[in-house]
């Protein structure tokens, strides 16, 4: 079985290794969105990844409600961007943009935003990280036919500015209780139109999106992220077998270079499963690169390429801390830890002073 060490082809770019950099929000942008000098740094640090996969960046004001987090649907933004996937290339990494939509998780204080839209009704549970504080989320207007092709349409320029502003390839976020997962799982999908209802149904949306991100910028630099197993942010799924197996195979026949599963370990350190792994029915009808994600360290990484569960592993806090990890891992050094009073903090501190390995 293949090492976390050796290359992996994920679609049209070769990655070096397969310990690759999963999204990680962090919330050094503007209030206006606009990536800022402080994130090409840090994105340089950690351009010895497989590949950078971006933190999450929303397609447009309606579906970005993370305050100070990146945007890419203005020049401004795709410029500010240029600057990072500059660096990473230069230091001799890949990069892909992860593509985001937040449905009914984005509030309406922050500016220029209105009422969120979901696949249905409802109201995210919990407060809202705001400009002025946390504040209670509202419910949740339901997408008519014509938002869906709105929000299609805005994927579609979104991947294109992708690419215009250097990046390798993108991901679509379609997981962790945002937009597209709110249409897959049934406590948050209450339709009665062809988008809800059956999964064959409920899967409609992610594979419209998909196929429209494909087209701009082809199945072999696009990719797509999943959570099939446990509540997210609110949203889950009485069934996710059949479901995440549908989604799986209809992304299969796409073509798309690689899929991103996080679901934590079933006696995960960061949260526990709520049933056995679905990953392994999606592995066995996804043909591409599967890529996975949550609780993982190195060996147990390899474990999982070791007994074919994964091509290749994304790691996402252990890169905070160590923005060298691939060569931690493979000289067998000691992780730093993190701090997470830093991690959504608007400044250098945790963020781009963590030091290599002497």
Excluded: C
Aim: no cysteine; glycine share 8%.
């Amino acid at each position: 079985m293949p090492s976390l060490f050796a290359p992996i082809r994920l679609g049209a770019v070769t990655a070096p290794s397969r310990i690759l950099m999963a999204p990680l929000t962090r919330a050094r942008a503007t209030m206006d969105h606009v990536p800022t000098p402080i994130m090409v740094d840090y994105y340089r640090q950690r351009a010895g990844a497989g590949l950078i996969i971006s933190e999450a960046t929303g397609i447009s004001p309606q579906g970005l409600g993370w305050p100070y987090a990146p945007g890419i649907w203005n020049a401004d933004q795709v410029e500010a961007w240029r600057s990072i996937t500059t660096a990473v290339h230069e230091a001799g990494g890949l990069i892909f943009s992860q593509l985001w939509h937040m449905g009914r998780v984005v509030h309406p204080s922050l500016p220029g935003r209105s009422r969120p839209v979901s696949s249905s009704a409802t109201t995210m549970p919990g407060l809202a990280r705001t400009y002025d504080g946390k504040q209670p989320y509202v419910q949740a207007r339901a997408m008519t036919h014509e938002d869906i092709r709105s929000v299609i349409a805005d994927y579609r320029a979104a991947a294109a500015n992708a690419l215009a502003a250097g990046f390798d390839g993108v991901e679509v976020h379609a997981a962790n209780g945002y937009l597209i997962d709110q249409f897959l799982r049934d406590n948050a999908n209450f339709r009665t139109d062809e988008y809800g209802g059956s999964i064959e149904n409920r899967t409609r949306f992610l594979f419209e999106v998909t196929r429209a991100v494909v087209e701009v910028v082809g199945a072999d630099r696009t990719a797509v992220r999943l959570s099939p197993n446990e509540e997210r942010q609110g949203v889950n799924d009485s069934h996710p077998e059949p479901l995440f197996a549908l989604a799986s195979s209809g992304l299969s026949d796409l073509g798309i270079a690689f899929l991103e599963v996080r679901e934590p370990g079933f006696e995960g350190t960061n949260g526990r499963a709520e049933r056995t792994p679905v990953a392994p029915l999606m592995r066995a009808v996804f043909k591409g690169a599967f890529v996975l994600n949550s609780d993982y360290d190195d060996k147990k990484g390899q474990e999982a390429l070791d007994h074919g569960r994964a091509d290749a592993i994304s790691y996402g806090r252990p890169f905070i801390s160590n923005p060298d990890l691939p060569r931690r891992f493979i000289q067998g050094l000691a992780l730093a830890l993190d701090d997470m009073n830093t991690w959504y903090s608007q400044g250098p501190a945790g963020y781009v002073d963590y030091s290599a390995a002497e």
